[in-house]
């Protein structure tokens, strides 16, 4: 099975930081951040992946290689102009054959065992594109994204208040037909090709209650670096 880690977006609430740093390469636990992400993919036997990169894209490259010295095969998808989640999916298909395929945010530490969504990807197909993985609400995102009921992603209720809503983490794992009407090189959302298929309920997804951050700030990321430090985060 093959994966896709997100890395090409300029990082703009790390600023300054990722002026002159890939959001990426910045570092937790004395590893880049999307080193955590390798290591966890490879932990789950996943060793073929992709990368998109676009902002200092070169030093992503020069930083990871071919990921051989991580255990893993790493090929990279370059835009030259950062396309959004969707769009950079959409723009490295080519590179993803036409199975389901892992798609993790490289801003998430988190210790999900990615090897649980290969028997998840089993059971995609073009009408039922998505499986989400749905996480407790951070302080910073209190309303949530999604509800959840019985394995079944929705929007919720009318009230964004919903107590059931949980925030998407960042992980989810999609068939290739989701993405089959987005232009090539274009820029698009994912939450965009999903409400389709959420409102119709061919979405489905779980509740993951381990450690999970959206390392999303530099305050964020130095309290996770701190943690980790200190063995108080799951390595």
Known sequence: MKAMILAAGRGERMRPLTDTTPKPLLTVGDKYLILWAIIRMRQAG??????????????????????SAHGVHIRYSFEREALETAGGIAWALPLLD?????????????????????????????????HLVLVDNPAHHPLGDFALHEGVVSHGGQDEHDAAR???????VYHPALFADVARGTKARLATQLAG??????VTGEHFRGEWNDVGTPQRLAELDARLRAGKASR
């Open 98 to 130: 036409d199975q389901p395929f892992i798609v993790v945010n490289s801003d998430v530490y988190s210790d999900f065992d990615f090897s649980a969504l290969c028997e998840r990807a089993n059971v995609l197909s073009a009408t039922r594109p998505a």
């Open 197 to 202: 298929p959420i409102a119709e309920g061919r």
């Open 166 to 172: 949980l925030t998407f983490s960042g992980i989810g």
């Open 46 to 67: 996943i060793t073929d992946l992709v990368v998109n990169i676009s902002h200092l894209a070169g030093k992503i490259e020069a930083a990871l290689g071919d990921g």
